[in-house]
């Protein structure tokens, strides 16, 4: 199935789901939302359970409240990374890096582009899980 099919067929099901719920609702907009938010849950909860590598996507990621939300570890979020994004075989991290060096000064400016990987915490965390396994 090409995707601007499947994205129509979406659509559809969206337009017939949304119209009950919105009429059988005191606050429409409020039953769309949180409609919208469980199927949003619900997604996230069955690309975590088709990921291969659960073990290595455990050790970054926490899934809470039922997939309603997502992070990282608690230690990558204290050091400054985001996730980005969590599909089928691929977590994308991103963190900003040497802020508070002077933009003027190139060195600084190449520095951020590499991370020291004896400091880097994703690095430290990855090492961690392949020593142990």
């Not at 849950?41 to 088709?50: D, I, S, T, V």
Request: overall charge neutral.
């Amino acid at each position: 199935m090409n995707s601007t099919k499947h994205i129509e067929q979406r659509r559809r099901f969206l337009q017939l789901a949304v119209l009950p719920a919105a009429l059988l609702s005191a606050n429409p907009a409020h039953a769309v939302l949180e409609w919208l938010a469980e199927k949003a849950a619900e997604n996230r909860r069955k690309r975590y359970e088709a990921m291969p590598d659960k073990a290595l996507v455990d050790a970054f990621y926490v899934m809470l409240e039922d997939g309603k939300k997502e992070s990282l570890t608690p230690a990558l979020v204290q050091a400054g990374y985001r996730l980005k994004d969590l599909n089928l075989g691929m977590l994308t991290l991103s963190r900003r890096m040497d802020t508070d060096q002077p933009i003027e000064t190139p060195s600084s400016i190449m520095r951020s582009y590499v991370p020291d990987a004896d400091t880097d915490p994703v690095a430290a965390v990855y090492a961690a899980l392949g020593k142990g396994c």
